[in-house]
């Protein structure tokens, strides 16, 4: 049996382009399985029904190897257990190495499928976290240079202290002090533990 399985992001992004790729190789929409979520992991639904509907010799269709998942050592062993423990194959459109239907015999095949698939995880990996330093250092520059990250600072109200110094005198109470600086009750009281 074939499979396809497709996956983006976010509940935003469009799956047409993965669709039509399935739809050419002859899958219709019931063996194609959806999820949209983030591929930091596989706990996604439609993943693991997909997976737990493969049996030996079944084929496993994806677009890209970034659609399976983004983490490196988990694509690597999700790999593994479904061409190695569940015997399924698996075919990766934009990267036709990426195909372990080759007969058993040509082991040759699988090697290079499976040295492939380690290179481009290696890559894509790496490219993630290239962008998580260069993100880092350009916070770093930003704030060297005094831009400020995050959200603004709270500007509180002109008679603030006038308003927790009677509440800390318990002449009112932080519902009404709250109420008088037409803040919530939270931060009002996290601003008067400053004042203290």
Same mark, same amino acid.
């Given at each position: 049996?074939?499979?396809?399985?497709?996956?983006?992001?976010?509940?935003?992004?469009?799956?047409?382009?993965?669709?039509?790729?399935?739809?050419?190789?002859? @899958?219709? !929409?019931?063996?194609?399985?959806?999820?949209?979520?983030? #591929? /930091?992991?596989?706990?996604?639904?439609?993943? $693991?029904? &997909?997976?737990?509907?493969?049996?030996?010799?079944?084929?496993?269709?994806?677009?890209?190897?970034?659609?399976?998942?983004?983490?490196?050592?988990?694509?690597?062993?999700?790999?593994?257990?479904?061409?190695?423990?569940?015997?399924?194959?698996?075919?990766?459109?934009?990267?036709? @190495?990426? !195909?372990?239907?080759?007969?058993?015999?040509?082991?040759? #095949? /699988?090697?290079?499928?499976?040295?492939?698939? $380690?290179? &481009?995880?290696?890559?894509?990996?790496?490219?993630?976290?290239?962008?998580?330093?260069?993100?880092?250092?350009?916070?770093?520059?930003?704030?060297?240079?005094?831009?400020?990250?995050?959200?603004?600072?709270?500007?509180?109200?002109?008679?603030?202290?006038?308003?927790?110094?009677?509440?800390?005198?318990?002449?009112?109470?932080?519902?009404?002090?709250?109420?008088?600086?037409?803040?919530?009750?939270?931060?009002?009281?996290?601003?008067?533990?400053?004042?203290?």
């Amino acid at each position: 049996m074939n499979y396809g399985y497709v996956r983006v992001s976010s509940a935003t992004q469009n799956i047409t382009r993965q669709m039509e790729e399935m739809y050419k190789l002859g @899958l219709n !929409d019931d063996f194609i399985y959806i999820d949209k979520q983030s #591929g /930091k992991d596989f706990n996604r639904e439609n993943y $693991q029904l &997909l997976k737990s509907k493969l049996k030996k010799g079944d084929l496993l269709i994806i677009k890209s190897i970034d659609r399976l998942g983004r983490n490196y050592d988990m694509i690597i062993n999700e790999w593994s257990e479904i061409t190695k423990i569940i015997e399924s194959n698996i075919f990766v459109i934009d990267f036709p @190495l990426l !195909d372990t239907r080759v007969e058993n015999k040509n082991l040759v #095949g /699988k090697f290079i499928s499976d040295i492939v698939l $380690q290179v &481009l995880s290696f890559v894509a990996q790496n490219e993630r976290e290239n962008i998580k330093i260069r993100q880092a250092e350009g916070i770093r520059i930003a704030k060297a240079n005094g831009v400020h990250m995050g959200r603004p600072k709270y500007k509180l109200p002109n008679n603030f202290e006038e308003i927790v110094h009677k509440f800390h005198n318990k002449e009112i109470t932080n519902i009404n002090a709250a109420k008088l600086l037409n803040m919530t009750r939270g931060t009002f009281l996290k601003y008067a533990k400053m004042y203290k």
